[in-house]
């Protein structure tokens, strides 16, 4: 059974960081791009990151863009985001996505293969 675990979510102040960790079990992700997700309370999920099967490219959508960083670890089938300077806004469920695609790109604009249940980020001002 495929599974994407996400971990590292939790309550924060605003300017702070988090470390959140999407492990993959039950088959191997090192020739998929993947990313993250996000979805605040009331609104629709959003995409905000993706990186390319090699690890070598990175598409970061423009609200988090210099202040979160995304990277993987293919040996240990695991994706890292690193969130600083975190922001009110930035609070939201956060979820890991496999992509069936190779390119960082692909992760928002075409549909993901598999998904996380997702890990609360909670960013208070």
């Known amino acids: 059974q495929v599974r994407l675990v996400e971990s590292g979510g939790g309550l924060v102040q605003a300017g702070g960081s988090l470390r959140l960790s999407c492990a993959a079990s039950g088959r191997a992700f090192s020739g998929n791009a993947m990313g993250w997700f996000r979805q605040a309370a009331g609104k629709e999920r959003e995409f905000v990151v993706g990186?390319?099967?090699?690890?070598?490219?990175?598409y970061y959508a423009d609200s988090v863009k210099g202040r979160f960083t995304i990277s993987r670890d293919n040996a240990k089938n695991t994706v890292y985001l690193q969130m600083n300077s975190l922001k009110p806004e930035d609070t939201a469920v956060y979820y890991c996505a496999a992509s069936s695609r190779y390119s960082a790109y692909d992760v928002r604009y075409y549909e993901n293969e598999y998904w996380g249940q997702g890990t609360q980020v909670t960013v208070s001002s």
């Open positions: 990186i390319s099967w090699t690890g070598e490219s990175t």
